[in-house]
């Protein structure tokens, strides 16, 4: 048997407990994971002193770190530190990453919605291009690599020529399985694409399916979808073995519609080549909605507290069952293996 690959989550997967990090790292380390993805957003302090702390309390759990941040491109609408420079923005990041002891730093550019607005994907692409490269020092000086996610926001062949275009010595993939649903791409393809980039992961299930309009997709927790994990695995490791597989647990969202069969469509996506999308069509055919039960009220704004419990409660059950799944039925994970 192959080597397994390592095991770890991302901390987003429990974003409605608001933990912070050294009980984050607790935790992971309570389900015998390798490793966590930390975000800036989570530490309880950025004092130095603080993240020595977090560092030493990581390598002591046996919990290899990833640092994420946020939004880089100041084009987007997801860019919020609008008083504040974007490349002293990414500059200070890594410099946090690198005190947490970190070797990647994930962010991203943009979001789904923002494909379909007025900015063109080209702009999104050459800003983020100069804001990486502006960086580009501070991240070799730190020993830091800079993982850019596919957040439904670019095809894999786009994140793949920004990459190549800031830097493959110092910029990377933060590869994601759950999001290429948002751009007609079946996530194995993804895999193979943007795997020999990937610096990093984040690992979820989706079920995918026929529409009226042309297909859904939902998020589910690993085991409850219908992608091809085989393949998906099996480019994890021919492409990028050495990078940790950090689930990234969404549950509790409708199923989202992908209208292809609307001509209007189109307008965001006129370089799509058609064997790509019949590779999308054809998991569609062989998928079906998501079966189980599910609590619905991860997007909804104020919502009643107990449905806040109730979705806290689905988190952690989805995460600790998605790690179950990874490491008995999929043969994910070092630690604790006989």
């Known amino acids: 048997m192959a080597d397994p690959l390592r095991l770890g989550i991302d901390a987003y997967s429990l974003r409605a407990f608001h933990w912070k990090d050294i009980q984050l790292i607790d935790y992971a380390a309570s389900l015998g994971v390798d490793a966590m993805q930390l975000d800036i957003g989570d530490l309880a302090s950025q004092d130095a002193g603080h993240l020595r702390a977090v560092r030493d309390h990581a390598a002591e759990r046996g919990i290899y770190l990833d640092v994420a941040t946020g939004c880089i491109c100041p084009v987007s609408s997801a860019f919020q530190p609008k008083t504040k420079d974007p490349v002293q923005y990414l500059n200070d990041s890594l410099t946090t990453a690198s005190q947490l002891g970190a070797k990647v730093m994930r962010c991203f550019i943009s979001s789904p919605a923002e494909r379909r607005g007025p900015v063109p994907v080209q702009r999104f692409i050459e800003s983020t291009v100069q804001v990486l490269r502006a960086a580009r020092r501070q991240a070799l000086d730190l020993g830091l690599r800079i993982a850019v996610e596919n957040h439904g926001d670019l095809t894999s062949r786009e994140m793949r020529a920004l990459i190549e275009a800031a830097g493959k010595d110092f910029a990377g993939s933060c590869l994601d399985t759950g999001n290429p649903m948002w751009v ?155």
């Not at 997709?217 to 990078?243: E, Y």
């Not at 519609?257 to 209007?264: I, K, N, Q, S, T």
């Not at 507290?305 to 999929?330: F, G, I, P, T, W």
């Open 184 to 338: 007609l791409e079946d996530p194995a393809e993804t895999v193979e694409i943007l795997g020999p980039y990937a610096l990093t992961s984040h690992v979820r299930d989706s079920v995918l399916y026929e529409h009226a309009g042309g297909a859904a997709f939902q998020w589910v927790a690993l085991g409850d979808g219908t992608m091809d994990w085989p393949r998906i695995l099996d480019g994890f490791r021919r492409f990028c073995p050495g990078i940790p597989l950090q689930l990234e647990i969404i549950t509790g969202r409708k199923p989202q519609m992908l209208p292809y069969l609307d001509a209007d469509f189109w307008k965001i996506f006129p370089d799509m080549a058609a064997a790509d999308l019949a590779q999308f069509i054809a998991l569609a055919k062989r998928g079906h909605p998501f079966e189980g039960f599910m609590v619905m009220t991860d997007s909804m704004e104020n919502p009643l507290a107990e449905y806040v419990a109730a979705l806290r409660e689905q988190q952690r059950k989805d995460l600790e069952r998605s790690v179950v799944y990874a490491r008995e039925k999929l043969g994910l994970g070092v630690r604790g293996r006989g």
